[in-house]
């Protein structure tokens, strides 16, 4: 009996040091999964003696009973949203619609101001544009933040200090995937939070709960029915804007407001360049608001020959337009994604014609493009080109491979065979008598602008580009373009900000071409072919001001971009595609020196290539370079 009695004991004995056993490893196992989440999860996060429960919490500081403004706001994995008095005001629930959504309510009607999203998930520079929006409000709006999908994957801490001294309890734990909402009200001199609540995500995989907060306030006196501004026409136009929007730099400011004259300065005789100018425009007001500032800045500018053409009937970006008093045109979308934008531009493009039958030409502006102040006198220059030389196709304000490392000379044009947009002229001639009546059907899901570079709608012919880019592309979202396309691919390029360039057009016709490339060619230094971009990136290009330098590269076909693809990665320029070449042959500038490339034996000028040299060849991948470990930095 003692013996067994013993054998129990000790099986019991081991049975619970096996338990205490697994248990010691499921804890360390979860511990070290959440440390391994946690140096996984991109975001960096401060030290703090705060403990943040799992389960969300709710405060309601300086909520009032009885209030006449009831105000919710949600936040969740799907949407972010506020709900007004039981009316959804806003709501942002597109899939691709992620990070801090933020709401701004008038604080004596409670009506909606401003609707903004941050791609804090994708971008840096977006939280930073979330304290630049709060700081241009007018004090005493009401202000709700809300995450929509994931917020803190770039959410900095300098950002979230910010946040933290508005009153927020929160921020500064807001974690990979946690949902979080936030409603206090704009005041420069004392934090007044109303609601805030935050939900911890589970583990790295998955979402946190939803957040829903609600407070209750009484209505305050309005602001902007305040400010003592003069009585005139700009005025009014002013008032009329700033009783129902907000989020617009200093318009709406009591104490020295921005103006909102749309008055261009003139050319040096006193006159305007009567060239009808169609702002192409959806539902992206803030963008266009940036686009028409620098849009009144352009040397000989007819505000009467300009007009905004929105896709949709969306208030806000007609309102900022009416603002600045100019004319507006909306009409209803047709189709969806790539399609409706393509049959937003036919429609524009036909209204504009008919509009001003008097007139040869258009210029065609996107809503996300801000452009030099020399834009209209760039093309107006290069017009009898385009009126005379029937090898032309168009006349653009931007250039595909124009980074401030690859230009230098804002004098000089070049002709390409691909059609780049982004700010450009179309004749009438062209698009009455060819591309309106093929345009592509709404059942067709095209890009308008990949259409036009079809050889059966280009023919053959080329654009005519500037080295520097008279447009600069800001939008960093869109149906296309999204934060890290545009950090990558658009936010170096260069604008110019030179007036009064004078441009040698003749040397954009056809046969006067020629002749310059055969001038350049026939002064220009061989570079060392035994080296490539990719393998000597900072040597490739001596260090010498204003020398010509070629180099041959292999293309067996017009078709075959492997190596040139190759070389773009290594400058850093544009990639995806091959753009802005002439005949196999490309041009820019690289460290103060024009440099030419030509792809052999594609190119008609491989002629001028010595025997002895072998193109350089690429055929293996190269891996565009880091910011930090780039030669141009």
């Keep these: 009996m003692v013996v067994k009695a013993i054998r129990i004991f000790l099986a019991a004995v081991v049975l619970v040091m096996s338990v205490a056993n697994i248990l010691f490893i499921v804890e360390n196992w979860n511990t070290a999964q959440t440390e391994a989440a946690r140096r996984s999860w991109p975001f960096e996060k401060e030290e703090s003696n705060r403990i943040v429960p799992s389960k969300a919490f709710e405060t309601t500081a300086s909520s009032v009973e009885g209030g006449d403004i009831d105000i919710q706001v949600y936040s969740s994995k799907e949407k972010a949203s506020v709900i007004v008095n039981g009316e959804v005001v806003s709501e942002m629930n597109l899939e691709r619609m992620r990070g801090i ?52 994957n770039s959410l900095e801490s300098e950002v979230r200090k910010y946040i933290e001294k508005l009153g927020s309890g929160f921020i500064r734990d807001l974690g990979w995937r946690d949902m979080w909402a936030f409603i206090f009200q704009r005041n420069s001199k004392e934090k007044n939070v109303f609601a805030e609540s935050h939900q911890k995500a589970p583990d790295f995989d998955n979402w946190a709960k939803e957040v829903m907060i609600r407070t209750s306030l009484k209505r305050e006196q309005g602001v902007a029915s305040e400010c003592g501004w003069d009585n005139n026409d700009s005025n009014m136009r002013r008032r009329e804007f700033c009783e129902r929007i907000e989020g617009y730099g200093r318009v709406c400011h009591c104490e020295d407001p921005e103006s909102i004259d749309f008055d261009p300065p003139a050319l040096e005789d006193g006159s305007r360049i009567d060239l009808p100018v169609l702002i192409m425009a ?18 000989g500018l007819n505000p009467d020959m300009v007009t905004v053409f929105i896709d949709g009937f969306f208030d806000e970006p007609a309102s900022v337009a009416r603002m600045f008093g100019l004319r507006v045109f909306e009409h209803e979308g047709v189709s969806k994604k790539n399609s409706r ?50 090898s032309v196709y168009c006349i653009s304000a931007w250039n595909d491979q124009g980074y401030d490392y690859t ?59 500037p080295d520097i880019s008279r447009t600069y592309h800001f939008g960093a979202k869109g149906l296309n373009v999204g934060p890290a396309m545009n950090d990558a691919y658009f936010k170096r390029h260069a604008i110019n900000t030179v007036p009064n360039v004078k441009i040698d057009a003749d040397l954009m016709y056809k046969d006067n071409y020629e002749q310059e490339i055969n001038r350049l060619l026939s002064q220009a230094e061989l570079l060392d072919h035994s080296i490539t971009p990719c393998t000597n990136p900072k040597n490739f290009i001596p260090d010498t001001q204003n020398k010509i330098y070629l180099f041959y590269i292999r293309m067996d076909n017009t078709h075959d971009y492997l190596t040139w693809t190759n070389v773009a990665r290594c400058f850093r320029i544009w990639d995806l595609d091959a753009r802005g070449f002439h005949k196999s042959l490309w041009r820019m500038w690289v460290k103060g020196n024009h440099v030419i490339y030509i792809g052999c034996s594609a190119s008609p000028y491989c002629n001028q290539k010595p025997s002895d040299v072998e193109p350089i060849y690429m055929p293996n991948k190269e891996t565009r370079p880091s910011d930090e470990n780039f030669f141009a930095k």
């Design 101 to 152: 959504a933020a709401f701004v309510l008038n604080q004596k009607t409670g009506a909606l101001m401003a609707a903004r999203a941050f791609d804090t998930y994708a971008s840096k520079e977006e939280g930073e544009e979330i304290v630049k929006f709060i700081e241009i409000l007018q004090d005493g709006r009401i202000v709700c933040l809300a995450v929509k999908d994931e917020a803190a």
């Design 282 to 299: 959806g539902n992206r007001p803030q963008y266009l608001f940036r686009m028409l500032k620098s849009l009144r800045r352009v040397q």
């Design 341 to 390: 934008i393509c049959q937003h531009y036919k429609r524009s493009l036909t209204t504009s014609f008919d509009a001003f039958p008097q007139a040869k030409y258009v210029a065609i502006i996107e809503e996300d493009l801000e452009v030099s102040v020399d834009i209209l006198t760039y093309f107006n220059q290069l017009l009898p080109v385009l009126e005379n030389d029937e």
């Design 407 to 465: 230009v230098h000379d804002p004098a000089m044009t070049y002709r390409i065979e691909t059609m780049p947009g982004l700010g450009w002229v179309l004749s009438r001639k062209l698009y009455k008598g060819e591309l309106e009546a093929k345009w592509p059907a709404p059942d067709v899901f095209w890009d308008w602008d990949m259409w036009m570079r079809m050889p059966n709608q280009r023919k053959g012919r080329e654009c005519i580009i």
